[in-house]
């Protein structure tokens, strides 16, 4: 099966997919002379593509202004107002998911669950539930698409039910402004760093289905991020550039696990 049709315009650049064929979970088929391929012309369908670093803000954690990456106030109340989904079908708010006045909490707002790189981000999360629960941090991990396709990356990884929530319309993702498109799932460079990540995406696909893409075929093209609030503080932010640029762990453990007690 083709992660993608090889007639597709969504069809990967040819350096992405060559790390594809070496995972065991997927096969891909050949490049036709047909077939779009990846050139750096094609870096400009996505104009707000930037430079492949990634986009990284800190606030002090004595600071009173919640703004970070570009996130204001407004928008920080605007996300406490969006309603998710436990995959127990449970409609809940943002602002429900952790104590607002001193609670600390990770929200890592995942790709689609049907994309390999959010179920390899998703188990390196699940690895650190510990951690986070010995220090009172809440991890609140997003992904896009139904209920039904959350299940499939809980059961299949597997992943723990009370962290896990579904975003199907992407609106924590379109208030918080995450990168989105073409350019920026399959062309962006920052994307290039899963080619170090080989083995890590072996692990977390050993029972990885496809199965799990939302029907929304338009949501492949969602990148996420994560955030770290003390409270309504935003503590830290980081917007993924492109498809596999996770946040670094050992910057969210500094944040979030080293912060003093108010």
């Known amino acids: 099966m083709a992660l993608v049709p090889s007639n597709s315009l969504l069809a990967p650049p040819l350096a992405l997919r060559a790390c594809i064929p070496s995972l065991p979970f997927v096969s891909v088929s050949p490049v036709s ?21 990634s986009s990284i803000a800190r606030a002090s954690p004595s600071s009173h202004n919640p703004s970070a990456a570009g996130f204001d106030e407004r928008t920080v109340d605007a996300l406490g107002n969006v309603q998710v989904f436990a995959v127990n079908g449970e409609p809940v708010f943002f602002r429900d998911l952790w104590d607002q006045k001193e609670g600390m909490a990770v929200v890592a707002l995942l790709r689609h669950f049907g994309c390999i790189c959010c179920w390899e981000l998703a188990s390196e999360l699940k690895d650190l539930i510990p951690r986070f629960d010995s220090d009172d941090v809440k991890l609140i991990a997003v992904g896009i698409g139904t209920i039904d396709r959350a299940r499939i990356l809980l059961e299949e990884l597997p992943f723990p039910l009370d962290y896990l929530y579904a975003d199907p ?4 993702y379109k208030i918080l402004s995450l990168y989105y498109g073409l350019g920026r799932t399959f062309f962006n460079p920052a994307s290039t760093k899963v080619f170090s990540r080989i083995d890590s995406l072996k692990r977390a696909g050993r029972n990885y289905t496809i199965s799990a ?30 498809t596999g640029d996770h946040a670094p762990l050992d910057e969210i453990l500094d944040i979030c696990c080293k912060v003093p007690a108010a």
């Open 33 to 53: 002379p047909s077939q779009p391929r990846w050139s750096p012309a094609a870096r400009r369908i996505d104009p707000a593509m930037g430079s492949s670093s």
């Open 169 to 172: 319309d992407r609106k924590a």
């Open 213 to 242: 893409t939302p029907d929304d075929k338009s949501s492949v093209l969602q990148q996420g991020g994560v955030l770290v609030f003390k409270g309504k503080e935003l503590l830290y932010a980081r917007k993924d550039e492109g």
